[in-house]
C-alpha cells in the first residue's frame, strides 16, 4: 500500500499540534527516531503503542500514532510541571524549541500511570537521533517563513499584544475564534464546547453554544488575566501564539510569530472593513433617491476616488460643466435635466467600483468619506465605528437577510471577437461558438495562458475537434489537462516534446466510462492522437497533431 507524502504527514502534525497546543517539529521527529510500529495502512508509526484502556486498534493506522503522540507530549509536560519544572526548562526562548531537557525526557519514553487511562504508552528512543530531526523539521519551518533567527522577543511580544487585546476586542467572528482557541489551548482542552463550558455557568451553556455573542465579556476577561498568569510554560505560548495567527487571520504559526517582530498591536487594519465597504456600494443603485445628501456624498466619494483636486474638476469629469449648472439654477426644468445626468454617471462609476477595487489606501479612504456623507456622520471615527457594525452584521447575516452581503453583479463581457488572439480571451466564453468548452478549462482557470497566436490557434484547433468528439460520446468532458506552458509540462513530469506545451491536446475523462472505452469509441475516426494510461484507467488522451497516432502510456 502507498505510503503518505512528507507534505501529507506534516498536514497530520499541524492539526493534532494546533489541537494540543505542542511543537509541530515534535511529531516529526518522533516520526523519524521511531520508524515503528509498521501500520496496516503501509506506514510507520511514531512509537505509540497500547497501554491501560487503549488497544492496538487505537493506535493502528498514521493518524491515530499521531493524534496519540500529541496527548503523550501534553500528558509528560504536565508531568514535568507537576514535578516542579519552569517553562525556562522546558522551552529556549532565542531559538524557539523545546529544551535539549524535555528532549531527553521524551526520548525515555512515556508510561502513563492508572489515572491516566486514554493515554498510550511511547517507547524510548535514541536522544541524538530524536533532536537532530527536531532540529531539521524546526529549520525546514523557519526557512519556508523566513522566521528570524532569535525569538527572545517573541515572549514579551506576546504579552504586549495580548494585555490590549480586551481595549481592540469588536466580538467580531474571527475575534471571537482567536480568543476561544486561546483558551482551548491554554485550558488543554479538546473542543470548543469544551471551552465554552468553561467559561459560563452550567446552565447557560445551551444558551451561549446557541449565541456565542454572550462569551463576549468572559472572553475579555480571559485576555485580561494571561498575562498574570503566563508561567513561560510552552502551551501557554502557544496558546497565544494561536491568537495571534487567528486575530490577524494569519495562514501559519510561523506567520504568527514573524509578524508579531515589529508590530505588537491587536489593533485591526482597515482591510477588515474591506467586506463592508463593497456592500455599503454595491447597494447603492437600491437605495438611491437623487437627495442632495447622496448626490454630494458620491460626488464626494468619486473625487477622492480619481484623486481629483476639486469638485468643480470632479464634475467636469463626470462631464457635467460646472458654469452650466451654475446658469441654470434658476431654471428648475434644466436643473433636473443635468441633476439626471449626473446621477446617471454617478450611478455607472458606483457599478465599477467593486471591479476596480484594488485595496489602495486612497481608494478606501475614498469610499469611508462616501459612507460619512451618505449617513450624516461628523467625524471618520464615527464613520469607521458604523462600518466595523456591518462587517459584524455581514457575518452573522442569513443568506436572505437584509444585511447580507449583496450578490455580485456579472461584469458586461465584450462582444466574442471574431478571432481569438493572446490578449482578448475571455475566460467564461466558449472556445468555438455555442461550444462546450470555455477557454477557463483550456487555460487552468487562467493560470495558464497562451503566449503566442500559435498557442492560441491551435487551442481553437482542438476544442473544434473535441467537440465532435464529444457530441458523438454524448457525455461532458472532465477536463484534467489541456495547455501547459515548459515549465510545468516538466514539473508533472510530462513528455519532453508534449502536445501540451503546443496548445493542442487534452486530457480528460467521462464520469461512469473508462479510458478503454473512450479510446474505442475514438479509434476509428479520430484524425490525429488517441493514448490511454495504464496508471490511470479512467483517463483518455487527445491531440489534433496532423496524422493518426495511437498508444496506451
Not at 253 to 262: F, M, Y
Not at 435 to 459: C, K, L, Y
Request: charged share 25%; with cysteine.
Amino acid at each position: 500500500m502507498a505510503t503518505l507524502s512528507p507534505d501529507q504527514r506534516n498536514y497530520y502534525y499541524l492539526l493534532e499540534a494546533e489541537r494540543a497546543g505542542i511543537h509541530k517539529p515534535i511529531l516529526a521527529a518522533l516520526y523519524q527516531a521511531h520508524a515503528a510500529p509498521a501500520l496496516p495502512d503501509g506506514e510507520t508509526g511514531l512509537g505509540v503503542s497500547p497501554a491501560n484502556r487503549v488497544s492496538l486498534a487505537q493506535v493502528n493506522s498514521f493518524p491515530e500514532q499521531v493524534q496519540y503522540a500529541t496527548n503523550i507530549i501534553r500528558s509528560l509536560t504536565d508531568s514535568l510541571i507537576a514535578q516542579g519544572l519552569q517553562g525556562t526548562e522546558l522551552w529556549q526562548s532565542e531559538q524557539g524549541r523545546y529544551s535539549d531537557r524535555f528532549l531527553q525526557s521524551i526520548a525515555r519514553g512515556y508510561v502513563p500511570p492508572t489515572n491516566e487511562p486514554t493515554t498510550a504508552r511511547l517507547e524510548a528512543s535514541n536522544f541524538e537521533q530524536l533532536r537532530q530531526a527536531y532540529l531539521a523539521d524546526l529549520e525546514a519551518d523557519f526557512q519556508s517563513e523566513a522566521l528570524p533567527q532569535n525569538l527572545a522577543y517573541l515572549d514579551r511580544a506576546l504579552l504586549s499584544l495580548v494585555d490590549r487585546i480586551p481595549q481592540y476586542y469588536t466580538g467580531l467572528p474571527h475575534h471571537r475564534d482567536a480568543l476561544l482557541d486561546a483558551v482551548r489551548i491554554w485550558r488543554k482542552l479538546d473542543t470548543r464546547e469544551a471551552v465554552i463550558a468553561s467559561l459560563v455557568a452550567a446552565d447557560k451553556v445551551a444558551s451561549a453554544i446557541a449565541d456565542e455573542s454572550v462569551l463576549d465579556i468572559p472572553l475579555k476577561e480571559f485576555a485580561g488575566r494571561m498575562s498574570a498568569n503566563y508561567g513561560g510554560y510552552p502551551h501557554q505560548r502557544e496558546a497565544m501564539i494561536r491568537l495571534t495567527q487567528l486575530w490577524r487571520q494569519l495562514r501559519t504559526r510561523e506567520e504568527a510569530i514573524a509578524s508579531l517582530e515589529k508590530n505588537t498591536s491587536p489593533e485591526e487594519d482597515l482591510k477588515i472593513i474591506d467586506p463592508a465597504l463593497i456592500a455599503f456600494v454595491q447597494n447603492i443603485p437600491k437605495f438611491y433617491r437623487g437627495q442632495g445628501s447622496q448626490r454630494n456624498a458620491l460626488t464626494e466619494g468619486f473625487r477622492l476616488w480619481r484623486q481629483l483636486d476639486s469638485r468643480t474638476t470632479a464634475l467636469a469629469s463626470l462631464g457635467i460643466n460646472p458654469e452650466l449648472l451654475k446658469a441654470s439654477s434658476s431654471d428648475q426644468q434644466s436643473m433636473e435635466k443635468l441633476a439626471t445626468q449626473l446621477d446617471r454617471e454617478l450611478l455607472n462609476f458606483v457599478r465599477v467600483v467593486p471591479g476596480e477595487y484594488k485595496e489602495e489606501d486612497y481608494q478606501r479612504e475614498a469610499l469611508i468619506r462616501l459612507v460619512q456623507i451618505w449617513r450624516g456622520l461628523p467625524t471618520r471615527t464615527q464613520a469607521l465605528q458604523s462600518l466595523l457594525e456591518d462587517t459584524k452584521r455581514l457575518n452573522d447575516a442569513r443568506r436572505q437577510a437584509i444585511e447580507a452581503a449583496p450578490k455580485p453583479v456579472p461584469i458586461i463581457i465584450p462582444k466574442r471577437p471574431a478571432r481569438w488572439t493572446p490578449y482578448n480571451i475571455q475566460l467564461s466564453a466558449s472556445i468555438i461558438p455555442d461550444g462546450n468548452f470555455t477557454w477557463a478549462e483550456a487555460t487552468h482557470g487562467g493560470t495558464r495562458m497562451p503566449p503566442n497566436q500559435a498557442t492560441v490557434d491551435a487551442m481553437v484547433r482542438i476544442a473544434r475537434l473535441a467537440q465532435r468528439a464529444r457530441d458523438r460520446i454524448g457525455r461532458p468532458f472532465m477536463v484534467t489537462s489541456w495547455y501547459r506552458p515548459p515549465h510545468i509540462n516538466r514539473a508533472v513530469g510530462g513528455a519532453p516534446y508534449s502536445r501540451h506545451m503546443v496548445g493542442d491536446a487534452m486530457d480528460f475523462l467521462c464520469e461512469g466510462l473508462s479510458g478503454n472505452q473512450l479510446y474505442w469509441s475514438l479509434e476509428p475516426w479520430w484524425p490525429g492522437g488517441l493514448g490511454r494510461y495504464t496508471k490511470f484507467p479512467n483517463l483518455c488522451h487527445i491531440d489534433s497533431r496532423s496524422y493518426r497516432a495511437r498508444w496506451r502510456h
